[in-house]
């Protein structure tokens, strides 16, 4: 389309033509804006929404030229025309991005404007923090392209919902060209405000979350178990700490076996089946049953070749005796074992086995003696 069909006036359509011939350098400078704000967050160790760039389209800078191109003397003082977007989905991350972007992009700040803070009591007056910035030599820098490093572009920062809001807001706004009337506009702010109450209720309970956690570990580590409830968390922060390591060790000796790694999550299920509430019923469970879980190791071991066991051992043997000698039974076993490995014809047979294997042992005869 040539510059004469946008009908723009003689200095407006000069800017055009300078955009037209630096639009090499806009592409570029989008090309390692992204790349470095992507790069920033991975190595961050953020987990974003989104990120993206864009270069504005001439038709675009046309409007805009046409709208407002008295403000700008030449193309250096349009700051948009290379655009990108970080969104995060916890408002608290914006500052993390913004902290990031600042470290490495040079920032014109009398230009950027944290839009966050210009609430109207009738709006919903909650944009995103959006920087100017240039691209450093430090950077990057092409000797072919000195503009590169010279002309400035934004950077956009904001939540998901602030996103959602931005673009409803885009879309049934200015953007049509039409007066929104007030009554769709009333409606448009009630909209508004929940969208913040739900970004700020995200970000109360991830931090409410975390301080639970915080609280939990500190439980955990100082050996508080009666004060921790017993749920996916809690167990894994609790194997952290390799409660059944010693009996693990003491049983793999019994033939001199190899130790291989499993995980001890699936007895979870099991303990909560159990009754089991909290930590201190598998400090209980562990203190109460470990000599007798190695006598039934040692029974099942002995005699074999047996040379490499799950580290998952310690834990499977001390549920085995529990279920045993608080009456559970065969069923009781096959139940553990379907908990554990899944539904399958061999788990009767094999909780029978091993029913009558440990029929022979003391901790069931002391059982037998009791009831």
């Known amino acids: 389309m040539d510059v004469k069909e946008y009908g723009l006036d003689l200095h407006c359509t000069m800017i055009l033509e300078e955009y037209r011939e630096l639009l090499p350098v806009f592409n570029k400078m989008k090309e390692v804006v992204l790349g470095e704000l992507r790069s920033l967050i991975s190595r961050a160790g953020l987990y974003v929404s989104g990120s993206e760039a864009r270069v504005k389209e001439e038709a675009s800078l046309a409007g805009k030229l046409e709208l407002k ?3 700008y003397r030449t193309i250096s003082d349009l700051t948009d025309i290379v655009g990108a977007r970080v969104i995060t989905f916890y408002s ?5 991005i913004a902290s990031l972007v600042e470290g490495v992009f040079d920032v ?19 944009d995103s923090l959006h920087y100017i910035c240039r691209i450093p030599e ?4 092409d000797p072919s392209m000195p503009e590169l490093n010279e002309l400035r572009f934004e950077i956009q920062m904001r939540t998901a919902l602030q996103h959602v809001w931005a673009t409803i807001n885009h879309d049934t706004g200015y953007k049509s060209g039409v007066e929104v009337p007030k009554e769709y506009l009333r409606n448009l702010n009630r909209l508004a ?20 956690r915080r609280k939990i570990n500190s439980l955990v580590e100082n050996g508080k178990f009666e004060e921790v409830e017993l749920d996916g968390d809690t167990f894994r922060r609790y194997l952290e700490m390799d409660p059944f390591g010693s009996l693990t060790r003491k ?21 909560k089946g159990l009754g089991f509430q909290t930590l201190a019923d598998v400090e209980r469970l562990k ?9 039934l190791a040692l029974s099942q071991l002995g005699g074999t070749d047996i040379d490499i066991i799950a580290s998952s051992v310690a834990i499977h043997d001390l549920l085995t005796v529990y279920i045993l000698c608080n009456g559970g039974g065969e069923k009781g076993l096959e139940m553990l074992y379907t908990e554990v490995g899944g539904a399958s014809p061999y788990n009767a047979v094999r909780a029978h086995q091993v029913f009558e294997k440990a029929s022979t042992l003391h901790f069931m005869s002391k059982q037998k003696s009791n009831q």
């Open 193 to 212: 405000g929940m969208l913040e109450l739900a970004d700020e209720q995200f970000s109360s309970i991830r931090s409410s979350i975390n301080d639970y």
């Open 69 to 71: 191109g008295s403000k």
């Open 251 to 271: 049983i793999a000796l019994i033939n001199q076996a190899e130790i291989q790694k499993a995980s001890s999550m699936p007895y979870l299920k099991v303990m």
């Open 138 to 141: 430090s950077l990057y820098k």
């Open 92 to 96: 608290e991350e914006v500052d993390k």
């Open 108 to 126: 014109d700040w009398n230009e950027s404007v944290d839009k966050r803070k210009q609430h109207n009591l009738d709006s919903f007056g909650y």
């Open 287 to 295: 203190k109460e049953y470990e000599e007798d879980a190695y006598q």
